[in-house]
């Protein structure tokens, strides 16, 4: 009989901590997938966040470094920087990007330091108990904006696809989501694309996921992955928002033509 | 600048900073010769917090690293320090101390000696730390912070001031040792072997507990085997000074004053701060019963002083907190003042 379905060897054989529907285990799957196939688990490192994925190196059966919260990029630029024919990835959320870390994130991307980062937006501080992210949307009710988030108190959701994407330094960035088997077909081969801009030596990408809290958001998985298209990627369109070699490649065909 | 030097024939390979008076010297030092090694990496950080986070992943993949600043730069890099500790990674951290507390001013101080020799950020843990007096302690404690820090896996750092990095004093660089260092700790992918991983989160108490059994019993093998002192004009002297650093320099100048004056008075000085030569000062004590300390903060080594000798001495103190570092002949004064030769120290704390 043929094996169609399995556990990807870049994962250990543990049961995952996540709650049900959460998008982290989805993420976590795509990302072991895409270094098998690639082949590259034996010279990956990563760097898991304070945030729900703090285990993270209880399921990446990969060498893995945790760091303090927001500072991914940091360690991840350490690591690349010393060695920098291995495949280092930094996996975040978005209060460890885009509040506590925006600074390390912001610079690693500015550097253009030759790294991964898989961006887990889930609107929320997931771990702490679902207080107000940076990326919460307007009117979004968590434990810190109880009436729903206001941005005259609280300021806007922070599109940090669309910010990293006019730094130079940086080669793809591309919003996907983990709601629809189709959704997540296109997730894994934007991480795909991701580190082998890597493996190519082009510089720093990053892959954002819109990705469900059911337990926080105080929904069914079901509806979580509805909220999803219904409001948050009104918040954050899903697409690529940078593709260097591709705009590379288009490039040199004008130039052939 | 010497330190920077040091640090790279003692095999740095990773500098990350962020500029801050009075230490910009070496970044800038690094920014031009440890580039110009092979594999050497300088990174000018957006901040203190990432220098310190880039030097523990430097770290973690196999380079011996390094990071510097002054106080205020130093209280940034706490959160990193003590994951270093916990994750038990090599690195070396100088703190060109300055006046405080707050953005305080740019003038020699030695207020950080607490935050230095008690670990400085959060958790159960210990950092070794080490405190030059000379240009040339400057380069040989560099070496050896790097030895100490891989030896114990563990972060060393060089307590000194601003001063001390305007010194102009000749210097001899002593060989390198080679490094030391097993390759199970450095994490560089896996290959076709097992998996690693090196954190700092440990959910469960008991073995978080014991996480910090492990690290201690690691700084008592520490405490007991590399305290370092310097004795100086201690055999014949009836009144002991006690200072560090620079500190321990404006002592010398004012013990030599002293003595044309027919007063016998010798230096302790601490070369380890942490672990502090404890055993070592309660010698003295059996033969010598008056002590002065002299800090450039409001009494902060004091304490350590106390822990050793209350009870066995008497403990004068003086200190110059905020950035004004006083004459050796201010202190001189401040020595027959406190000190009385039939009733010892007068003003003892
Ligand atoms: C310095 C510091 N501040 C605060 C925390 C507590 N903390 C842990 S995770 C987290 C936020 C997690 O939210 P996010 O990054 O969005 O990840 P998620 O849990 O949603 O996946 C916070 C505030 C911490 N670990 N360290
Ligand atoms: S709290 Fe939210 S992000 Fe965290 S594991 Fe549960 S569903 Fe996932």
């Known amino acids: 009989m043929k094996k169609v379905f399995g556990r990807p060897k870049s994962m250990k054989a543990n ?100 790294i991964t980062v898989i961006f887990i937006n889930n609107a929320v501080y997931g771990m702490t108990g679902g207080q107000m992210a940076p990326t919460s949307i307007l009117g979004q009710k968590t434990t810190t904006s109880p009436t729903g988030r206001q941005s005259v108190l609280e300021g806007h959701p922070i599109r940090v696809s669309e910010i990293f994407s006019l730094l130079p330094g940086t080669t793809y960035i591309e ?50 992955c509805r909220w999803i298209d219904e409001a948050m990627s009104k918040e954050f369109p899903l697409g690529i928002l940078k593709d260097v070699p591709a705009e590379q490649k288009k490039g040199e065909r004008r130039h052939a033509g | 600048m010497v330190i920077g030097e040091a640090a790279i024939r003692a095999g740095c390979r990773f500098y990350a900073g962020y500029p801050i008076t009075p230490q910009n010297e070496i970044p800038e030092y690094m920014a031009e010769h440890l580039r110009q090694v092979e594999g050497g990496v300088f990174i000018q950080s957006e901040s203190e917090v990432a220098a310190i986070h880039m030097v523990a992943g430097a770290s973690a993949a196999g380079a011996r690293s390094m990071t510097s600043s002054s106080s205020p730069g130093i209280s940034l890099k706490q959160e990193g320090i003590s994951s270093l500790a916990a994750c038990q990674l090599p690195a070396v951290i100088v703190n060109m101390m300055r006046g405080g507390p707050g953005l305080g001013n740019i003038s020699p101080s030695q207020g950080d000696y607490f935050q230095a020799t008690r670990g400085g950020g959060h958790g159960d843990y210990r950092v070794i730390v080490l405190g030059p007096a000379t240009a040339q302690e400057m380069a040989d404690l560099t070496m050896d912070a790097f030895t100490l820090a891989d030896q114990y896996r563990t972060p060393v750092m060089i307590l000194a001031d601003g001063m001390m990095g305007q010194m102009m004093e000749p210097v001899v660089f002593k060989e390198p040792q080679p ?141 110059r907190p905020g950035g004004v570092v006083p004459t050796p002949a201010e202190l001189a004064n401040v020595v027959t003042r406190q000190y009385d030769r039939k009733q010892g120290i007068i003003e003892h704390h």
């Open chain 1, 15 to 114: 049961i995952f901590h996540y709650c049900a529907g959460c998008g982290h285990s989805i993420a976590h799957r795509l990302i072991a997938e895409v270094i098998d196939e690639l082949d590259i688990r034996g010279i990956t490192i990563g760097v898991p966040p304070a945030g729900c994925a703090v285990l993270a190196y209880n399921y990446f059966d990969v060498d893995m470094i945790e760091a303090q919260h927001g500072r991914g990029p940091a360690m991840a630029t350490g690591i690349k920087r010393v060695l920098p024919d291995r495949i280092v990835f930094s996996y975040q959320g978005d209060g460890d990007l885009a509040a506590i870390g925006i600074a390390e994130s912001f610079h690693a991307a500015n550097r253009g330091e030759n």
């Open chain 1, 175 to 224: 919003r996907c989501t983990v709601n629809s088997p189709a959704s997540i077909l296109r997730t894994k081969k934007a991480i795909r694309k991701a580190f082998q801009c890597q493996i190519d030596g082009l510089g720093f990408s990053l892959i954002e996921i819109l990705s469900p809290c059911p337990t926080n958001w105080k929904m069914t998985p079901v509806d979580s």
């Open chain 2, 179 to 319: 490094r030391v260092y097993p390759e199970i700790y450095i994490m560089k992918g896996a290959g076709a072997g097992k998996s690693k991983f090196i954190r700092g989160l440990i959910l469960d108490p008991l073995d978080m507990e014991e996480h910090n059994w492990t690290l201690d019993r690691k700084y008592q093998v520490i405490a007991r085997k590399e305290t370092r002192h310097e004795l100086y004009g201690t055999d014949d002297a009836e009144l002991i000074l006690v200072a560090y650093g620079t500190g321990a320099r404006i002592a010398k100048g004012a013990i030599k004053r002293l003595r044309n004056t027919g007063l016998k008075v010798g230096l302790f000085r601490p070369i380890t701060l942490w672990p502090f030569p404890t055993n070592e000062l309660r010698d003295l004590a059996k033969k010598v019963e008056n002590f002065l300390v002299f800090e450039l903060s409001t009494g902060q080594m004091l304490e350590d002083v106390r822990l050793a000798l209350q009870g066995f001495a008497r403990i004068g103190f003086h200190g």
